[in-house]
């Protein structure tokens, strides 16, 4: 486990992981601010909590369909710096309105897109960042750290948060939030050294093939294509049932915000001991025996939040199973984001995580909207028992064998 913090990977991937710290802390102290904001300060009820987390991701994930190709032939961290910029301007217009009392649901709404399409450019740009700055070998190693930040984050975000929320007001978050995107900003272009202009071997202009390369790529895949819809789906499920579990704690079941932090904070502690755990599993068992126990584990653990009363006893729910889930997620989620990108061509990253993100957030969004609509019907419990039913069943998708090194090979001598 000490693998973590023994190796240097060099001060370029220092400052690239600090910015990724600062900015990812900052998110999670505004865990759920949008929700939040409309829930407390607009009055939302589920379905338009749910229309508006919906709304977002699908509008932002229409507009980051030709980024993929645009950052692929750019400078990334440029690009990275710029899409910092952009999600600080967007988020800090909502305590700015606030503020002056314009506040309203349709400026939620287009600020979550702004933000949605500017995440996932920067995503994409990032993983192609962090290949180029670092050896294939220190892959893992690098993942790990970044999920170790997350889960960090993750457990001191959320109550951090309540609490700012509960002392300073509602849109306090937001602030915060934009605020880590400014700094991430200053962290990228502290990186420094000189970046290579991608070239590209055909007209410069952006052509209509290169806005569905990424997913070409992974549909071709023999092993990204199944992991592909396994985590798609995984995360819609996860997420759809989000601002429900939103609705449901902090109106009917009278949770204060601080609670709710509480409850999704305290459990990543689980998310630290897996991203620790990945790089000797792996080390053990292998990468795809590795992702595919892991991928699986983390199905069982959501059906359990159906359950959720009122009181210390629903606390102790949410803690628990959200402990299994992000223990699992947390040895899964950098196997995969180092297999991802040991798999992909270097001329093809930003595209294919480009086109991984619009499709996440796409179903996302899809699967949000029409769980918010099952919400009004069944009612939110109801709707996150469905929800963790069907994801019994995503292990169905996991790869049941490697066969990754021989369709690179091929892939390899068909561009030869």
């Given at each position: 486990?000490?693998?973590?913090?023994?190796?240097?990977?060099?001060?370029?991937?220092?400052?690239?992981?600090?910015?990724?710290?600062?900015?990812?802390?900052?998110?999670?102290v505004?865990?759920?601010?949008?929700?939040?904001?409309?829930?407390?300060?607009?009055?939302?009820g589920?379905?338009?909590?749910?229309?508006?987390?919906?709304?977002?991701?699908?509008?932002?994930?229409?507009?980051?369909?030709?980024?993929?190709?645009?950052?692929?032939?750019?400078?990334?961290?440029?690009?990275?710096?710029?899409?910092?910029?952009?999600?600080?301007?967007?988020?800090?217009?909502?305590?700015?309105?606030?503020?002056?009392?314009?506040?309203?649901f349709?400026?939620?709404?287009?600020?979550?897109?702004?933000?949605?399409?500017?995440?996932?450019?920067?995503?994409?740009?990032?993983?192609?960042?962090?290949?180029?700055?670092?050896?294939?070998?220190?892959l893992?190693?690098?993942n790990?750290?970044?999920?170790?930040t997350?889960?960090?984050?993750?457990?001191?975000?959320?109550?951090?948060?309540?609490?700012?929320?509960?002392?300073?007001?509602?849109?306090?978050?937001?602030?915060?939030?934009?605020?880590?995107?400014?700094?991430?900003?200053?962290?990228?272009?502290?990186?420094?050294?000189?970046?290579?202009?991608?070239?590209?071997?055909?007209?410069?202009?952006?052509?209509?093939?290169?806005?569905?390369?990424?997913?070409?790529?992974i549909?071709?895949?023999?092993?990204?294509?199944?992991?592909?819809?396994?985590?798609?789906?995984?995360?819609?499920?996860?997420?759809?049932?989000?601002?429900?579990?939103?609705?449901?704690?902090?109106?009917?079941?009278g949770?204060?915000?601080?609670?709710?932090?509480?409850?999704?904070?305290?459990?990543?502690?689980?998310?630290?001991?897996?991203?620790?755990?990945?790089?000797p599993?792996?080390?053990?068992?292998?990468?795809?025996?590795?992702?595919?126990?892991?991928?699986?584990?983390?199905?069982?653990?959501?059906?359990?939040?159906?359950?959720?009363?009122?009181?210390?006893?629903?606390i102790?729910?949410?803690?628990?199973?959200?402990?299994?889930?992000?223990?699992?997620?947390?040895?899964?989620?950098?196997?995969?984001?180092?297999?991802?990108?040991?798999?992909?061509?270097?001329?093809?990253?930003?595209?294919?995580?480009?086109?991984?993100?619009?499709?996440?957030k796409?179903?996302?969004?899809?699967?949000?909207?029409?769980?918010g609509?099952?919400?009004?019907?069944?009612g939110?419990?109801?709707?996150?028992?469905?929800?963790?039913?069907?994801?019994?069943?995503t292990?169905?998708?996991?790869?049941?064998?490697?066969?990754?090194?021989?369709?690179?090979?091929?892939?390899?001598?068909?561009?030869?």
């Amino acid at each position: 486990m000490g693998i973590l913090a023994r190796r240097s990977l060099g001060r370029p991937f220092g400052w690239l992981w600090a910015s990724y710290a600062v900015s990812t802390v900052g998110s999670w102290v505004a865990f759920d601010a949008f929700p939040l904001i409309a829930i407390l300060v607009l009055h939302a009820g589920p379905t338009e909590v749910s229309l508006l987390a919906a709304s977002g991701l699908a509008a932002g994930a229409v507009l980051a369909v030709p980024l993929g190709p645009w950052v692929e032939f750019r400078r990334k961290r440029p690009v990275m710096i710029a899409m910092d910029l952009v999600r600080f301007a967007a988020v800090m217009s909502v305590p700015a309105a606030f503020a002056l009392g314009w506040l309203g649901f349709t400026q939620l709404v287009a600020v979550s897109l702004i933000v949605a399409a500017a995440d996932i450019a920067f995503k994409a740009a990032s993983g192609a960042c962090l290949k180029a700055l670092i050896g294939p070998e220190d892959l893992l190693v690098a993942n790990a750290r970044f999920e170790a930040t997350t889960w960090t984050a993750i457990a001191l975000g959320p109550p951090l948060g309540g609490a700012a929320i509960g002392l300073f007001g509602p849109v306090t978050t937001a602030i915060a939030d934009a605020i880590s995107y400014l700094l991430s900003a200053v962290g990228i272009g502290a990186i420094g050294g000189n970046e290579s202009q991608p070239v590209r071997s055909d007209a410069a202009r952006l052509r209509a093939a290169d806005l569905f390369e990424g997913w070409r790529y992974i549909l071709m895949h023999p092993v990204l294509r199944p992991l592909f819809f396994n985590t798609i789906l995984v995360n819609g499920l996860i997420m759809a049932t989000a601002p429900l579990l939103a609705v449901l704690m902090l109106g009917r079941l009278g949770f204060a915000p601080w609670q709710y932090g509480l409850a999704f904070g305290a459990p990543c502690v689980g998310g630290l001991i897996g991203s620790r755990l990945a790089h000797p599993l792996v080390a053990r068992f292998g990468q795809h025996k590795v992702m595919l126990a892991a991928g699986a584990l983390r199905a069982c653990w959501s059906l359990g939040l159906a359950f959720i009363g009122p009181g210390s006893a629903g606390i102790v729910l949410v803690i628990t199973v959200q402990l299994g889930l992000v223990t699992c997620a947390g040895v899964f989620n950098p196997v995969l984001a180092t297999y991802r990108l040991d798999q992909t061509e270097a001329d093809r990253v930003a595209r294919t995580l480009s086109a991984w993100s619009v499709t996440s957030k796409a179903t996302i969004a899809a699967f949000t909207a029409l769980w918010g609509v099952l919400a009004s019907m069944t009612g939110p419990g109801a709707a996150i028992a469905i929800a963790g039913v069907l994801m019994l069943a995503t292990p169905l998708l996991l790869p049941r064998s490697d066969r990754a090194p021989r369709h690179k090979r091929e892939l390899a001598q068909t561009r030869a």
